[in-house]
């Protein structure tokens, strides 16, 4: 059944998406309990944002006291981490582990939903910091901070709000399904708030990096529709992960 949501973005969505993809202590405030979590899906980039700021924030301050940029890297990465609960590492873990480890789609959603982790989720975690880690210390040596981590934030965020859209639900529970579906208009919107970020940080150079992720994204949602039929929480949780690793790369490819 198609739950996905039509209805105009409005300002309290930037509160759910926030409450949604960070830890951050946010003060209580009421909003619009008829408007579905799935609403708030273009402000997606938004929560990136101030993800990526706070995260810069810390690796300015540590560079500032001549830290170095590998150890800068990894606090930057930690801070990262922490300020999402790691819900999009653990979904990069759960994903790698139910996708190779099981045979049958029914299989591969029992292996996700599992606590424990696998060899392929230790692999795609490892893998992942790594690649993350060696971008973003080469781009720290070079002297770039703040417009790669925070463009690349934004970007893999909204990567997620369209496999969203365009993946029906693998289950008929989970965090993913309760959400629901955001709809073409909330779609677009982080599409254009996307496209905003990227231009002003790259300019007509950031376009390779909009076709990158927009590659990155579909290559998820066609593997995440072929082992499961549809996409869960943790699928949308290592798409995030894959687009910022393959925007950061092609970040380093155009400035270094």
Not at 44 to 58: E, F, I, K, Q
Request: hydrophobic share 55%; aromatic share 6%.
């Amino acid at each position: 059944m198609d739950n996905s949501d039509t209805t105009p973005a409005k300002a309290e969505d930037i509160w759910v998406a926030l409450g949604l993809l960070t830890r951050l202590p946010l003060p209580q405030r009421e909003w619009d309990g008829t408007r579905g979590a799935a609403k708030a899906a273009w402000a997606y980039p938004v929560a990136g944002l101030v993800v990526g700021l706070l995260a810069c924030a810390l690796g300015a301050v540590l560079t500032r006291f001549g830290l170095p940029a590998g150890m800068t890297a990894a606090a930057i990465l930690l801070a990262l981490s922490l300020l999402t609960g790691a819900m999009h590492e653990d979904g990069l873990a759960d994903a790698a582990d139910g996708l190779w480890g099981g045979n049958t789609p029914e299989r591969r959603l029992h292996i996700m939903k599992d606590s424990h982790i696998g060899a392929y989720g230790v692999i795609a975690l490892i893998t992942g910091f790594a690649l993350r880690w060696s971008a973003l210390t080469a781009l720290l040596t070079a002297g770039w901070l703040w417009t790669p981590v925070i463009v690349a934030a934004i970007t893999s965020r909204a990567a997620m709000a369209y496999v969203m859209d365009a993946l029906p639900n693998a289950r008929s529970s989970g965090l993913s399904n309760l959400t629901g579906r955001p709809g073409k208009p909330a779609t677009r919107i982080a599409a254009g708030i996307t496209a905003v970020a990227v231009l002003l940080g790259f300019g007509f150079s950031g376009l390779w990096l909009l076709a990158v992720a927009i590659l990155t994204l579909f290559l998820c949602a066609t593997l995440a529709r072929y082992k499961i039929g549809g996409q869960t929480g943790d699928i949308l949780g290592a798409t995030q992960q894959a687009t910022e690793i393959t925007v950061l790369g092609t970040i380093c490819v155009l400035l270094l």
